[in-house]
């Protein structure tokens, strides 16, 4: 990974710094129903602030397609954010132009301030040159804090980091840390568990993978793909036959890189796609014709925790099974709980990603075991894929 610059690089006493940050949290009508990406954002604000900055935040929320709508402006989320800041943060009714250059001048060292939705302008997510220009005009500074915002070559994250000198907040930092740590420079044997539904979401990712680890475990409807390709009857699980093919190359080019693929010998099979239906446990290649493959059975959880004893790093996205029914959860369950235990034990880097991996995670109750989660979604399986993130690119670019 490219050098980039930190807050431990630049001296912001007095400076007008843009930081962007990703307030796009879940509302319930005016109440924020989870705090997690303002807390992971209060770190570099607070410091900024202590400093004696003059802190100014980018941030979009929700879709308004570069129209003003009331309904997404990021003053609902002021409240939230104050409480979270702990400190009062003022708010300008846009992010360019004269409410927003008056409100900036207003600032004093240590002032906080919240720009309106830069998506409200068509030119954010264009990246209009002109619109990045008005945006960086406001600050002396840009610095990104928002890696779930890292993939998209936004005006807000892209544009004003070629046009400022440019740093890393702690949450980007922190970020972009773990995932050296994990693929780019880890300590092996590395690990990878890809799950979830289907393989043609994450063929790049599967074929970047192979290139990188020493193990891949595949898990979730897309095993079963793999299972069929091999000659596997699976009965009703979900699985994309126009994929056998596809799944037998990348089984291949696995063999070609030295990478070993570990699909479930066992599953956990039901009739009904619901929580505790009547179910078994049987062999992969001896699903009935009427079951489904709805989790990992115990054999299989075995041979993931024996996987895991000969690792030092791993990298997760995915779930096994129906985790979010019961008694479908157990797989994800026990191999979070291994996963956990050996971080724990100081044996393992573990570094997760993705919505329901963050959400098994939590259920399984060992999120907070784990050495890095990262809670950005579609920068972070951009990040697998081995695609390069225009924001991350513009910090490491020489200005």
Not at 49 to 76: M, N, V, W, Y
Not at 96 to 103: D, F
Not at 265 to 275: C, H, L, P
């Amino acid at each position: 990974m490219a050098a980039y610059k930190t807050l431990d690089d630049v001296n912001v006493a007095g400076k007008r710094v843009l930081v962007r940050v990703d307030l796009n949290v879940p509302m319930d009508g005016a109440r924020v129903t989870d705090d997690t990406r303002l807390r992971a954002v209060a770190p570099t604000i607070n410091e900024l602030a202590q400093k004696g900055a003059k802190t100014i935040l980018l941030a979009h929320f929700g879709r308004p397609k570069g129209k003003r709508d009331e309904s997404q402006s990021l003053k609902a989320i002021l409240p939230a954010l104050e409480q979270t800041l702990k400190q009062d943060v003022h708010f300008a009714d846009d992010c360019v132009g004269e409410a927003a250059e008056a409100a900036v001048a207003k600032l004093t060292p240590g002032d906080v301030l919240l720009l309106e939705n830069t998506r409200f302008h068509a030119g954010e997510e264009k990246n209009d040159p002109a619109f990045a220009e008005a945006l960086a005009r406001l600050g002396d500074i840009y610095v990104d804090d928002a890696f779930s915002a890292a993939h998209r070559a936004h005006a807000s994250t892209e544009g004003v980091a070629r046009l400022l000198p440019a740093y890393a907040g702690r949450s980007m930092q922190a970020e972009l840390d773990a995932l050296d740590k994990a693929l780019s420079s880890p300590e092996r044997p590395v690990v990878a568990i890809v799950g979830g539904a289907k393989v043609s979401t994450k063929l790049d990712l599967l074929g970047n993978l192979v290139k990188r680890v020493d193990a891949l475990v595949i898990g979730g409807g897309m095993a079963n793909t793999f299972l069929a390709a091999q000659g596997a009857e699976i009965g009703k699980s979900l699985c994309e036959r126009d994929l056998l093919d596809t799944a037998r190359e990348i089984i291949a080019k696995a063999g070609e890189a030295g990478c070993e693929i570990v699909l479930p010998v066992d599953g956990r099979v039901a009739k009904e796609f619901r929580a505790h239906a009547e179910n078994r446990v049987v062999a992969t290649d001896h699903v009935g014709a009427d079951e489904m493959i709805l989790d990992i059975g115990p054999k299989s959880i075995e041979r993931v925790a024996q996987v895991l004893d000969g690792a030092k790093t791993l990298v997760w996205n995915g779930p096994f099974g129906a985790f979010e029914m019961q008694p479908f959860d157990e797989g994800t369950v026990a191999v979070a709980k291994k996963a956990a235990a050996l971080t724990r034990e100081g044996r393992l880097l573990t570094v997760a990603g993705g919505g329901d991996t963050v959400a098994a995670l939590n259920a399984a109750g060992v999120a907070d075991d784990f050495s890095y989660i990262s809670t950005a979604g579609g920068a972070f399986l951009e990040w697998l894929e081995g695609k390069e993130l225009p924001g991350v690119a513009a910090l490491t670019a020489t200005k």
